[in-house]
Structure formats: structure tokens, C-alpha cells
């Protein structure tokens, strides 16, 4: 079955960095394109950052946009998110995303089909 484990959240002050990772299985990660999600607190989730099969397309939100960077090493089956530059209303829960259409990069919410269990970023002084 697909899983989808992220890794790499913590607290961190404004200013400084983090790197996401997430372990994907179950399925055959470099035919996916994949997304970074969040969801800060008391709103809804939002659409961070996708990535394509190879690695040579990549798409971001406005909002992180020259801050985040999205990678992937399909040999590891391990997708990533090098943050930097940290605000604090980058808060949030990150989760990864799959796609449900494959190779297509997804920047909607309901066009993914599974995700993992998120991982905490806290952004405070």
C-alpha cells in the first residue's frame, strides 16, 4: 500500500532553516510527480510546491517562492523540502502529497489521492 513518512519538522527561529523528507513506498515514486502541502493553524491546507518526475520541473506557491526549494532522489524514493529564509507564518503542518494522475504535477488540493501524517514546523523567537 502507498505510504508516505515525512520527516525533519521542528522549531526554528525566524530567519533559519529546516529540511523536510519524505520516504515514499508502495508504489512507483519516479513515474509521480510530487507536491508539498500545509496547513497552519485554524485555516486550511495549502498547495506548497510540486516537483516532476525527473526532478527538472518545479513549480511554488508565491508565497515561498525563492525561500523553499523541492528535490527528490528517486533512487532513495525520498522527496524534499529544503526551507530557508523562515517566517513565521510558514507555521504549519507539512505534509507530501501523491498525485493521482501520475506524472502530471498536481497544484490542487483535491487532485492528489494520498498523503502522509505530516510533520510540525514552528517558526518563533
Known amino acids: 500500500q502507498v505510504q508516505l513518512v515525512e520527516s525533519g519538522g521542528g522549531l526554528v527561529q525566524p530567519g533559519g532553516s529546516l529540511r523536510l523528507s519524505c520516504a515514499a513506498s508502495?508504489?512507483?515514486?519516479?513515474?509521480?510527480?510530487m507536491s508539498w502541502v500545509r496547513q497552519a493553524p485554524g485555516k486550511g491546507l495549502e498547495w506548497v510546491s510540486g516537483i516532476g518526475t525527473s526532478g527538472g520541473t518545479t513549480k511554488y506557491a508565491n508565497s515561498v517562492k525563492g525561500r523553499f526549494t523541492i528535490s527528490r532522489d528517486n533512487a532513495k524514493n525520498t522527496l524534499y523540502l529544503q526551507m530557508n529564509s523562515l517566517k513565521r507564518e510558514d507555521t504549519a503542518v507539512y505534509y507530501c502529497?501523491?498525485?493521482?494522475?501520475?506524472?502530471?504535477?498536481?497544484?490542487?488540493?483535491?487532485?492528489?489521492?494520498?498523503w502522509g501524517q505530516g510533520t510540525q514546523v514552528t517558526v518563533s523567537s
Open positions: 508502495g508504489f512507483t515514486f519516479s513515474s509521480y510527480a
Open positions: 502529497a501523491k498525485p493521482e494522475s501520475g506524472a502530471t504535477m498536481a497544484v490542487r488540493i483535491h487532485e492528489h489521492d494520498y
